[in-house]
């Protein structure tokens, strides 16, 4: 897979618009957790990959439309079937098959330094989720499942709304590596048109 710089998970001229912008800079002034991923001056050191019989990647989607979309997302994959919360619930699927489902905005897989036996517990967490939490834009995203799973494990992560904020929050523990991951660029034609997931109003995975 091609590789991209990672200063491209970040706007490249000016701040985040509209509620992303806002939701940044808030969590910003309060937060280390959306600091540069390449410094982590006073973050964990960055665990060593693992070798497990399983496998999980976090799945990040750059902000796309104007929409809900428009503040990114988060999902998890683990063992090939992608795990991403959602206003209509916990949406499961062939990662294969989700990440061609959202090439209206592009994408990147940054594998999680998690054993098996952790990547077990991630997965239960995932699957647990749904029953007892319902989807709210700021207290219960498309973050707040994988945030839950690791501070369950013990992981200081910081709460954040974004799926920007998530990201680096891993990054700055140590959980994934911020230069080491997979590409998937956003079909053209497709970014240039869609204004949200293209499936759903204010419900799509």
Known sequence: MPKKNLSALRPEVGPPRGLLGYLSAAISTGSNATQETDARPRGAPLRPPPQPARLGELLYFDPNGWRESSLGHIAVDIDGITYSWTPK?????PTL??????SFRDAYSFPLRLSSKELGQIETSMQDYGPHHKYDIFDANCTDPLEDGLQQLGF???RSPLPLGLRDSLVYNGLIDG???HYYPADPEKKRWYPNAPWSVMGGP
């Not at 619930?89 to 699927?93: D, K, L, Q, S």
């Not at 098959?97 to 959202?102: C, G, I, Q, T, V």
């Open 179 to 181: 230069n080491g991951y």
């Open 97 to 102: 098959d989700y990440l061609k489902r959202n």
């Open 89 to 93: 619930g916990m949406h499961v699927e």
């Open 156 to 158: 200081p992560i910081a």
